[in-house]
């Protein structure tokens, strides 16, 4: 499925069942336990409330470009998982896969 970004930016969203081997991949991993989300993005893990701020933090301070988004989060909501790419959308990447 193709998505507009911002004006003259397409990203397109897959799903599949595995995350590439591509060393140009960050993995974003969001869990929930209770009423706590924790986002992982590659090494990096928020450990507050503010989950969101975390991760564009975390976004910020990377140096590659991944050319693919591979996102995990079976257990939240549509409105949680857009919360998590707007944070991550200063990475630059052209994809994001969707795994199980």
Do not use: H, Y
Not at 34 to 61: H, M, P, Q, Y
């Amino acid at each position: 499925m193709l998505i507009q970004q911002r004006v003259s930016v397409t990203l397109l969203l897959e799903i599949g069942g595995a995350c590439d081997d591509d060393k140009s991949t960050a993995l974003l991993v969001l869990t929930r336990s209770g009423e706590t989300i924790a986002a992982r993005l590659d090494t990096e893990k928020s450990i507050s409330a503010n989950w969101g701020e975390e991760l564009a933090a975390f976004v910020e301070r990377r140096l590659d470009a991944p050319r693919v988004l591979a996102v995990s989060a079976s257990t939240l909501t549509m409105l949680e998982v857009e919360t998590a790419l707007n944070a991550c959308w200063r990475l630059g990447m052209q994809r994001v896969k969707f795994v199980f």
